[in-house]
Nanobody, 122 residues
Framework: QVQFVESGGGLVQPGGSLRLSCAGS????????IGWFRQAPGKGREGLLC????????YYADSVKGRFTISRDNAKNTVYLQMNSLKPEDTAVYYC???????????????WGQGTQVTVSS
């Protein structure tokens, strides 16, 4: 079963940075494209960006282009989300998920971790 543990969230001031981690639990991330998502209070889950097994990145949300980047360390079975120039509207619970393909197809396994809370506020 595909399971994830997200971490690294917290409270940060506008303009600050955070790096989130997505660790695979009980399976190897190497064989999957992995995406990051977020869900703000009262809103649906939003796809942000994805990284393929060949380390190609695909952005699903224009709002994070130029500010967020994704990377993976297969040796650590972990995918990272580097978030810079954070804005209050980035406040949300952040999740990762595995794509059903090795490339970023937009189709995901319906298996979600508990997420990690990011709050951007002064």
């Amino acid at each position: 079963q595909v399971q994830f543990v997200e971490s690294g969230g917290g409270l940060v001031q506008p303009g600050g940075s955070l790096r989130l981690s997505c660790a695979g639990s009980g399976f190897t991330l190497d064989y999957y494209a992995i995406g990051w998502f977020r869900q703000a209070p009262g809103k649906g889950r939003e796809g942000l960006l994805c990284i393929s097994t060949s380390n190609d990145s695909t952005y699903y949300a224009d709002s994070v282009k130029g500010r967020f980047t994704i990377s993976r360390d297969n040796a650590k079975n972990t995918v990272y989300l580097q978030m810079n120039s954070l804005k209050p509207e980035d406040t949300a619970v952040y999740y990762c998920a595995a794509e059903t393909e090795t490339y970023c197809s937009g189709s995901y396994f319906n298996s979600w971790g508990q997420g990690t809370q990011v709050t951007v506020s002064s």
